[in-house]
């Protein structure tokens, strides 16, 4: 979690991509990474992020949001209208 806000872009690209493999079909890590403070920087990426750090927090975001606490905090967050000008653009 703490590359996705220090670390270099290919880092930041990288640890989206392993949060979002992390929480595929395992409810367990999805409340892990959210309880670990992941959600705000993967929003985060959504708006700063190179294309592949986006890609990789959109996945990442989308298997969180399975947990229905963490669908909350996502748009808590802030991450609808990222989302949203990454399927319109």
């Avoid at 640890?15 to 705000?40: C, E, F, H, R, W």
């Avoid at 750090?53 to 669908?71: P, R, Y």
Wanted: charged share 15%; hydrophobic share 50%.
């Amino acid at each position: 979690v703490d590359l996705l806000t220090s670390g270099t872009d290919v880092a930041q690209e990288n640890a989206a991509g392993a949060l979002s493999k992390l929480a595929t079909n395992s409810d367990s890590m999805v409340v892990v990474i959210a309880k670990a403070g992941g959600i705000p920087p993967l929003v985060d990426l959504l708006t700063f992020g190179t294309g592949v750090a986006k890609e990789h927090a959109a996945g990442a975001l989308s298997k969180l949001a399975v947990n229905s606490d963490n669908e909350v905090a996502i748009a808590e967050a802030g991450a609808i209208p990222p989302l949203v000008e990454l399927v319109t653009s």
